[in-house]
């Protein structure tokens, strides 16, 4: 995604380009957003090509997943290359892997059933041919035209030979895009419309044969500004020292400390006790270095198992109608600091403080003293299997998604799922439904319900996260303004995590985009 592209004295065309997750599988198959997040580097290598000088195309390698099932899942057969994960590596539970299932890489846009994976969308957007330069029209006029900047980036195509259609308010209109020539930048107008600000339009943009190009979706009226009003009180806010444990109740919530560890233990809504147990520190780091000789190693460092938290103090205080927790302790050999501050609302606002944080380092060959990258930091809860639906709210890197789509701007769906694949059949539900991947984890689908990869994956960029106790009316929601992620996962130890992220970021390698979040040993976050 750095590279110039610029090439002076030939054409280039380039191979195996940005290449898509396939190998090296333990660093991220925990998290099937990984896919998604894919997309940014796909749009900034190509916007770079497109406008540089020699440069006339590249090849994404590649088109579909190259995995093959035996006729039968154990037995004798023919070997191939398989690519199974090994579960003691991985960030989540999964099931010794084993079976006759081969091939190379699960490296395509498609799978094997040439199902859409998330990255179908990604690539489709970066590589659209019109690109509109705008999300949001912060001042409009009701009845007027709104004019939006546009780039062709056809090679052949006027844009007067598209159709935009236009939605608004529940109305359809389609109208022949404004004169524009291969590569200009220029205007695009929506006739007048009642417009209103807090509302959305929709344009699909459609070839002569009415297939989609491209969808946007652009926002009228300036963003409201995010939430960032404190956890308020009192409404009954008070606390209670018991032998047990600390309690800090208001007329909505009722939030019980361990005196033991010190953390949360669990949230009494209507009567009804959850579990909420936690801040456990979340910490994930990458350390990418050349070895000495040849050839390239990846390291991988987690925040050690919740088993070594030690408690070193606990206190309580209320200040501005409000009670705040301060806890400290040690996780092994971090150092964490936790402030938890309640309100009489049913909120409660997490500040951390980890120090002492090891960094994974490499002292010889080409690569010595190179820095590791974070991939991950934040607080995670333990919270049971009480909720039964996740839904959410986010600000996505594209304007709009299909609906279902692993990075869909918003969503609400079942949280666990019982539907298991069946060994060779075709699925008959989407790629992001699918509970288990015989290709990395094997023939062993474990029993129960199961996480699907909608569910799993995380959501950056939220505005809001909710798992909810549908029968009950009772939800646990995280609530931001577009600078954390979230995720639902089942941890090593086969228990389910809110893992609520102030950084979050992907190894993908092979020249992918990467944040580049510099690991220190002291890391803070709210």
Same mark, same amino acid.
């Given at each position: 995604?750095?590279?110039?592209?610029?090439?002076?004295?030939?054409?280039?065309?380039?191979?195996?380009?940005?290449?898509?997750?396939?190998?090296?599988?333990?660093?991220?198959?925990?998290?099937?957003?990984?896919? /998604?997040?894919?997309?940014?580097?796909? /749009?900034?290598?190509?916007?770079?090509?497109?406008?540089?000088?020699?440069?006339?195309?590249?090849?994404?390698?590649?088109?579909?997943?190259?995995?093959?099932?035996?006729?039968?899942?154990?037995?004798?057969?023919?070997?191939?290359?398989?690519?199974?994960?090994?579960?003691?590596?991985?960030?989540?539970?999964?099931?010794?892997?084993?079976?006759?299932?081969?091939?190379?890489?699960?490296?395509?846009?498609?799978?094997?059933?040439?199902?859409?994976?998330?990255?179908?969308?990604?690539?489709?957007?970066?590589?659209?041919?019109?690109?509109?330069?705008?999300?949001?029209?912060?001042?409009?006029?009701?009845?007027?035209?709104?004019?939006?900047?546009?780039?062709?980036?056809?090679?052949?195509?006027?844009?007067?030979?598209?159709?935009?259609?236009?939605?608004?308010?529940?109305?359809?209109?389609?109208?022949?895009?404004?004169?524009?020539?291969?590569?200009?930048?220029?205007?695009?107008?929506?006739?007048?419309?009642?417009?209103?600000?807090?509302?959305?339009?929709?344009?699909?943009?459609?070839?002569?044969?009415?297939?989609?190009?491209?969808?946007?979706?652009?926002?009228?009226?300036?963003?409201?500004?995010?939430?960032?009003?404190?956890?308020?009180?009192?409404?009954?806010?008070?606390?209670?020292?018991?032998?047990?444990?600390?309690?800090?109740?208001? /007329?909505?919530?009722?939030?019980?400390?361990?005196?033991?560890?010190?953390?949360?233990?669990?949230?009494?809504?209507?009567?009804?006790?959850?579990?909420?147990?936690?801040?456990?520190?979340?910490?994930?780091?990458?350390?990418?270095?050349?070895?000495?000789?040849?050839?390239?190693?990846?390291?991988?460092?987690?925040?050690?198992?919740?088993?070594?938290?030690?408690?070193?103090?606990?206190?309580?205080?209320?200040?501005?109608?409000?009670?705040?927790?301060?806890?400290?302790?040690?996780?092994?050999?971090?150092?964490?600091?936790?402030?938890?501050?309640?309100?009489?609302?049913?909120?409660?606002?997490? /500040?951390?403080?980890?120090?002492?944080? %090891?960094?994974?380092?490499?002292?010889?060959?080409?690569?010595?003293?190179?820095?590791?990258?974070?991939?991950?930091?934040?607080?995670?809860?333990?919270?049971?299997?009480?909720?039964?639906?996740?839904?959410?709210?986010?600000?996505?890197?594209?304007?709009?998604?299909?609906?279902?789509?692993?990075?869909?701007?918003?969503?609400?769906?079942?949280?666990?799922?019982?539907?298991? %694949?069946?060994?060779?059949?075709?699925?008959?539900?989407?790629?992001?439904?699918?509970?288990?991947?015989?290709?990395?984890?094997?023939?062993?689908?474990?029993?129960?319900?199961?996480?699907?990869?909608?569910?799993?994956?995380?959501?950056?960029?939220?505005?809001?996260?909710?798992?909810?106790?549908?029968?009950?009316?009772?939800?646990?929601?995280?609530?931001?303004?577009?600078?954390?992620?979230?995720?639902?996962?089942?941890?090593?130890?086969?228990?389910?995590?809110?893992?609520?992220?102030?950084?979050?970021?992907?190894?993908?390698?092979?020249?992918?985009?990467?944040?580049?979040?510099?690991?220190?040993?002291?890391?803070?976050?709210?």
């Amino acid at each position: 995604t750095l590279f110039p592209y610029t090439t002076l004295f030939r054409s280039m065309f380039y191979d195996e380009w940005m290449h898509v997750l396939g190998h090296g599988a333990e660093a991220w198959f925990h998290d099937p957003n990984g896919r /998604d997040a894919w997309g940014r580097s796909l /749009d900034l290598a190509w916007s770079k090509l497109f406008a540089a000088h020699g440069s006339i195309g590249a090849a994404i390698w590649q088109y579909v997943d190259d995995v093959v099932y035996m006729p039968t899942p154990r037995g004798e057969h023919t070997r191939g290359p398989t690519r199974f994960v090994s579960p003691e590596k991985l960030r989540i539970a999964s099931p010794k892997p084993e079976g006759n299932v081969y091939g190379v890489a699960r490296w395509g846009i498609v799978d094997e059933w040439r199902r859409k994976k998330p990255e179908f969308w990604n690539v489709q957007k970066a590589y659209s041919p019109i690109r509109v330069g705008v999300r949001e029209v912060a001042d409009i006029v009701s009845n007027r035209p709104i004019s939006l900047l546009v780039h062709n980036r056809f090679d052949h195509t006027d844009l007067s030979e598209i159709t935009m259609r236009i939605e608004y308010a529940g109305a359809k209109e389609e109208k022949r895009c404004e004169p524009l020539p291969p590569h200009a930048e220029g205007l695009i107008v929506l006739p007048a419309r009642e417009w209103r600000a807090g509302t959305a339009v929709t344009l699909t943009f459609l070839d002569g044969k009415q297939r989609v190009i491209d969808i946007e979706r652009i926002r009228l009226g300036a963003s409201a500004p995010p939430p960032g009003n404190p956890p308020s009180g009192p409404t009954g806010l008070k606390v209670v020292s018991r032998e047990s444990g600390i309690v800090v109740s208001s /007329d909505k919530v009722q939030w019980t400390f361990n005196r033991t560890s010190g953390l949360l233990e669990s949230a009494t809504v209507g009567g009804k006790t959850y579990a909420v147990r936690g801040p456990f520190p979340l910490l994930y780091q990458n350390l990418e270095y050349r070895k000495a000789g040849r050839g390239r190693a990846s390291e991988f460092w987690s925040e050690p198992e919740h088993q070594k938290w030690k408690l070193t103090a606990i206190r309580t205080a209320e200040a501005g109608g409000r009670v705040v927790v301060t806890v400290t302790g040690r996780l092994d050999a971090v150092d964490v600091e936790y402030v938890l501050t309640f309100g009489g609302d049913g909120r409660c606002e997490v /500040d951390y403080a980890y120090r002492s944080i %090891p960094l994974l380092a490499v002292s010889e060959g080409p690569d010595a003293g190179v820095a590791p990258i974070m991939l991950e930091r934040g607080v995670q809860f333990e919270v049971g299997e009480s909720f039964d639906e996740l839904s959410w709210s986010r600000r996505g890197y594209w304007s709009w998604y299909p609906e279902g789509h692993q990075g869909a701007l918003a969503g609400r769906v079942p949280l666990w799922s019982e539907q298991k %694949p069946i060994y060779r059949a075709p699925p008959g539900q989407p790629w992001e439904a699918d509970v288990h991947d015989y290709f990395y984890q094997g023939v062993n689908v474990p029993a129960g319900r199961l996480l699907t990869n909608l569910v799993r994956g995380a959501k950056m960029n939220v505005e809001r996260y909710s798992l909810a106790d549908t029968a009950a009316g009772t939800a646990l929601t995280v609530v931001a303004s577009g600078d954390i992620s979230c995720r639902f996962a089942q941890g090593r130890d086969r228990r389910y995590y809110l893992q609520v992220l102030n950084l979050l970021d992907y190894n993908l390698r092979w020249g992918n985009f990467s944040a580049g979040f510099l690991v220190t040993p002291e890391q803070h976050g709210r």
